[in-house]
Every structure is written in structure tokens, then in C-alpha cells.
């Protein structure tokens, strides 16, 4: 039992559906810190990265195989539109504390943009009585600002990003969630036209999302000839982790409570692996195409989901015929096929080792969830994750998608090594979760627990540590077997900042210059 924790701290951790065990290995990871996960080298074309060839044909493969297939969107879709909006938050609290000239050119500049923003016609339907030039014309910056963010107007700060609206069409202004519903309804059609999405919230925005799904879902359906399967999922409790002062000591609150926080995307393992389907397609809600591109951007979904079933197949004959192999020159197909597809290079050990001891170490490296990633050229983003080739435990040569926070970047050559990657990882993944036999794999024992983050935070003026779990496509898929496939820039529709909802007849720099 650790010594940190009184009977009541015993009592609020076991509420959580948290062990003490759990607990107490939080905070010895807090105090002792987390290994730095080492690359090899960065994913280049062909080394690491593949290429799919005759798209429309891939693309016509996976569509007679869904037709008689489960399919789920999974989307994590627990983002806030406070961050999204937050430089307009800084905006609005800089105004109220000073009308100074470099606030009120900020300010202006926004202004402008509006027009070509999602929300600018249901801005401009609130403002009764004034026009939006007459207020910009009078300088009524924080009025219009307070309109855009809180809930007395179009309260976009506190939805959640899934309700935000992201494209604007003649007729019509398309939240994220609809955008998705309409890639579902592009990708995502399996058996009995069947569109199945599966998103994970934040527990008190399901009444808005529930509310808006009622609201829109029949439309979609009908115009696609579709029926949408939704499920809404939370974040549960028993994934947060305990929050700790410099020195590792469980941080109090000022009433001597523990406080835990939710534990990072990497708890979505959890809702990932309740999940039985046939295939499963991973996005964030922040990633989605207008319908100007969305045939295109399908077209690549799709054939990067029947590269997927190509590979399994592949993986699932090897499988079956590994128990009738007897001869140690059989076993070389199956080893070139992990060694240039799946990018799995066994050690030297390994390879010349007994032939029984080989044969159950490719048993066990083919028998394992599936991944195909899609990355894009890296377009300067380094804060990001990238493709990489990482030294497994094992000691085996395996692809690893790495964040810059699992990295030591004080050490030169892993920093030259994070710096040279010309791919990025948007979060385009598209895996199969069952075995050859067809059962479904527990997705926890492929994960690498030690692959977490330490981040600092300040709370009630003290600063923290909290831990994250591993992200859900680094370290609780760190023994997925893994392919990276380069798609196109256009696939990649990133939300992360307002500005990147602009929707240009003209340049952004003619728009705010």
C-alpha cells in the first residue's frame, strides 16, 4: 500500500475505478521520469514510406468489399472551440483592457476576414438594428467579438469542435460533425448501406451534439440513401492520471483532496478496442474535406483501406501456413515480405537462430493488429508527430509514428534526425482490429505503456507534472504492424487555429493586407 494515500485517498481513487497499484506506478513514472523514445531515421520515399498505384482500381476493390463489410468511423471529437478560438479570446480580453491602436488594427484585420468565414452570414442574422460594417465603422469590436464567442450570440468559444461550424456552402453552413457524416457517407458504406460512426466526447457536450445529430442526421441519410449508426462515447474516469509536484509527491487541492486529470487521446485505447468491425477508419474531427474535393479525397480513402486488405490477406495466408512449414529456406518469403512491406527488420540473432525459435517470432510479429497511415509532405509543421524508424525491444527495426515529445532533443543527432523528416502524420489511419482466425485482438497488450508523456502545468499558482497515457497512434499502437502510404496535400484539411476555416475567393494575404 503507498504511503502517499490516507483510507480517504484509498476510498476516492477506487471511485475512479483506478487500483491503488495503477495509481502508485503514476506516480513512480512522475517521479522517475519517462525513457525518450530513440529514432533511427526519419521515413523517406521508399524507406518507410510506400506509394499505392492505380488508385481507382484500389478504390473499386475496397467497394465490393464493404458492401459486405462492417465498417466504423472512429473519431475522436473531444476538442473545444475554446482553443480553436482562443486568439480571439486574447483579442477580446485585450480590447476590454486597453483600446490600444496595435489591439484596434488586430482587431480590424478580423473584421475583414469575417466575411469569409463559416459563420458570417448567422453573424450578420443576429445583428438586428446594425449591419456589420456599421459596427466595424463605429469600432464596436468587443460587441461583435462577444456576438462570435459566447453564448448570448452564436457562443462559438463553448461548443464543442465538432459543432463548430467549418464550411459554408450557397444554401448552407456544414458543422464538423455534418462534414463527417457526409465522409461516412463517401468511405465509410458497408453492409446493409450501413454508415457507422463512432465519436468519443466530452461528457457535457452530449445533450448539444445528441440535439444537433437529430437535427441533421435524417437529412443526410436521405440524401446519400443511407442509415447512420452513431455512438457516442466518453473519456472514463478510471483513464485519468494522478497529478504530482516537482519532486513526484501526489499534488492536493487547498481542501487536501487528490487531483487527477484526464489522462490524454492515448485513453481512447479503451473505445478503440470496444469496437468490433471488419475495418475500422480513424480521423480526427478537425480533418475534413469540402464537398468541392471530397470525391477525390474518398477516391484516396478508399484505396488506402484496400492496401490495408491486401496486406491482411497476405499476412492471414502466412499465418495459416507457418504450422506446416518444416524447412528454414520456406520461411524466406515471409521474411522478405515483413522485411519490404511491413518494414519489420528481424536481427541478425534472430534470423540465424534455431529454425523452431524463428518461425514463433514471425508467428508473433505477422499475428498482430493492423495500420495503414496515411502521411503528407511535411509543410514546415515540426510540433507535430512524423513517420520514423525506431529500435524496438526486441531489437528489431520497426516504423513508429513519434511526436517531438517523446523525444531528448537536447541530443544532437536525434534532433538532426527529428528536423530532416519530410513527412507528417495528419491522423489518417485506417486498421483492421481481428486476427486470421477472426477474432478480435485486445488492443491493450500491443501497447508500450512506457512510451507516455510528462507534461508541466501550473495549477493554484504551483507548478505540476501530469501524465499523459501514450498517444493513441504512438505508443498504444507500438506493436501494431504498420504501413506508411503518402497521400496528397489535399487530403489534409487541418482545423487547429480559426484562420484555417477561411474559405477564399481571394488570397489570405489580399483579404488582411
Known amino acids: 500500500m503507498d504511503k502517499h ?24 513514472q512522475l517521479k522517475e521520469g519517462i525513457p525518450p523514445i530513440h529514432v533511427e531515421r526519419a521515413c523517406t520515399l521508399k524507406d518507410g ?47 476590454l483592457e486597453a483600446q490600444t491602436a496595435s489591439r484596434e488594427h488586430e482587431a480590424h484585420l478580423l473584421m475583414r476576414l469575417l466575411p469569409y468565414l463559416p ?69 465509410g458504406v458497408g453492409k446493409g448501406d450501413l454508415v457507422y460512426l463512432h465519436l468519443t466526447i466530452l461528457k457535457e457536450h452530449t445533450q448539444a451534439v445528441e440535439a444537433h445529430i437529430q437535427q441533421v442526421e435524417a437529412t443526410y441519410a436521405k440524401a446519400f440513401y443511407v442509415k447512420y449508426v452513431i455512438h457516442l462515447a466518453y473519456q472514463a474516469a478510471y483513464t485519468d492520471t494522478i497529478v504530482a509536484d516537482e519532486s513526484g509527491v501526489p499534488f ?39 464537398d468541392s474535393s471530397m470525391k477525390s479525397h474518398s477516391l484516396h480513402q478508399k484505396a488506402l483501406a484496400s492496401y490495408l486488405l491486401q496486406v491482411r490477406e497476405t499476412i492471414f495466408q502466412y499465418l495459416r501456413v507457418l504450422p506446416s512449414l518444416h524447412r528454414k529456406e520456406q520461411l524466406d518469403p515471409i521474411i522478405a515480405f515483413l522485411k519490404n512491406t511491413l518494414c519489420c527488420l528481424l536481427p541478425e540473432a534472430v534470423l540465424q537462430g534455431d529454425f523452431a525459435s524463428l518461425k514463433t517470432t514471425i508467428f508473433n510479429k505477422l499475428n498482430r493488429p493492423i495500420r495503414v497511415c496515411g502521411m503528407v509532405i511535411n509543410r514546415g509543421v515540426r510540433e507535430g508527430g512524423g513517420p520514423f524508424w525506431v529500435k524496438q525491444a526486441d531489437g528489431s527495426l520497426a516504423l513508429q509514428i513519434v511526436e517531438s515529445t517523446q523525444l531528448d532533443l537536447t541530443e544532437k543527432r536525434q534532433k538532426q ?82 484562420t484555417d476555416l477561411y474559405d477564399p475567393p481571394y488570397t489570405l494575404e489580399e483579404i488582411v493586407i
Not at 476516492?12 to 483506478?18: D, Q
Not at 458570417?120 to 461583435?144: M, N, S, V
Open 49 to 95: 514510406i510506400q506509394v499505392i498505384e492505380e488508385v481507382e482500381k484500389q478504390a473499386r476493390n475496397y467497394e465490393r468489399w464493404s458492401s459486405k463489410a462492417k465498417v466504423v468511423k472512429f473519431i475522436p471529437a473531444s476538442g473545444a472551440g475554446s482553443r480553436l478560438f482562443q486568439p480571439w479570446y486574447d483579442l477580446y480580453n485585450g480590447l
Open 252 to 290: 492536493r487541492t487547498k481542501t487536501g483532496e487528490l487531483l487527477f486529470r484526464p489522462g490524454g487521446h492515448g485513453t481512447l485505447l479503451d473505445e478503440l478496442n470496444s469496437i468490433s468491425a471488419d475495418m475500422i477508419f480513424i480521423k480526427n474531427i478537425d480533418n475534413v474535406a469540402r
Open 5 to 28: 494515500f490516507s483510507k480517504k485517498d484509498q476510498a476516492a481513487i477506487l471511485k475512479r475505478g483506478l487500483s491503488i497499484e495503477k495509481v502508485s506506478q503514476q506516480l513512480r
Open 119 to 187: 459563420f458570417y452570414k448567422p453573424l450578420c442574422d443576429l445583428l438586428t438594428g446594425y449591419t456589420l460594417d456599421e459596427l466595424i465603422e463605429q469600432k464596436a469590436y468587443t460587441f461583435i467579438l462577444k456576438k462570435l464567442l459566447f453564448k448570448e450570440g452564436l457562443g462559438l468559444g463553448v461548443l464543442p469542435k465538432a459543432l463548430v461550424p467549418f464550411h459554408a456552402y450557397k444554401n448552407k453552413v456544414r458543422t464538423a460533425l455534418e462534414e463527417h457524416l457526409v465522409e461516412g457517407a463517401y468511405t
Open 417 to 498: 534526425i527529428y528536423q530532416s523528416a519530410t513527412y507528417f502524420n495528419p491522423v489518417n489511419i485506417v486498421c483492421c482490429t481481428q486476427d486470421y482466425q477472426g477474432k478480435k485482438f485486445d488492443l491493450k497488450k500491443f501497447q508500450n505503456e512506457q512510451a507516455g508523456i510528462i507534461t508541466y502545468k501550473s495549477i493554484e499558482g504551483k507548478k505540476v507534472k501530469v501524465l499523459e497515457y501514450p498517444g493513441l497512434w504512438n505508443g498504444a499502437m507500438y506493436d501494431w504492424n504498420t504501413i506508411f502510404v503518402e497521400m496528397p496535400l489535399f487530403t489534409f484539411n487541418p482545423v487547429k487555429e480559426v
